[in-house]
């Protein structure tokens, strides 16, 4: 099992910054790829950006291409999205999840985290 804890959302306006954290625990060696989805009421959740742990490789949604970065810490068990020129679409639930296997471009995970609100104001 691997649990994810997620952390830093909140109230932005259009046009700032956030920075949004997970920490992996448990059987975090059995996970090979770490993503950010968001979903909104009444819509399906959607896929944000992914990284390889070993590689590095990292996949974008085209919506947050060029203003969402995906980083991790190997040594600490952290994914780190970096959320700039945030608009108010971007506005939405933000989960972490983690995959044992499949590709970068493979969509189904394994493990999912609480979710952390973040709201952009206009």
Do not use: H
């Not at 993503?35 to 949604?61: C, H, L, M």
């Not at 291409?65 to 991790?72: W, Y």
């Not at 493979?106 to 952009?120: A, E, L, N």
């Amino acid at each position: 099992q691997v649990q994810l804890v997620e952390s830093g959302g909140g109230l932005v306006q259009a046009g700032g910054s956030l920075r949004l954290s997970c920490v992996a625990s448990g059987r975090t060696s059995s996970s090979k790829t770490m993503a950010w989805f968001r979903q909104t009421p009444g819509k399906e959740r959607e896929f944000v950006a992914a990284i390889d742990w070993s590689d590095g490789n990292t996949d974008y949604a085209d919506s947050v291409k060029g203003r969402f970065t995906i980083s991790r810490d190997n040594v600490k068990n952290t994914v780190t999205l970096q959320m700039n020129s945030l608009k108010p679409e971007d506005t939405a639930v933000y989960y972490c999840a983690a995959k044992v296997s499949g590709s970068l471009w493979y969509r189904k995970y394994d493990y999912w985290g609480q979710g952390t609100q973040v709201t952009v104001s206009s």
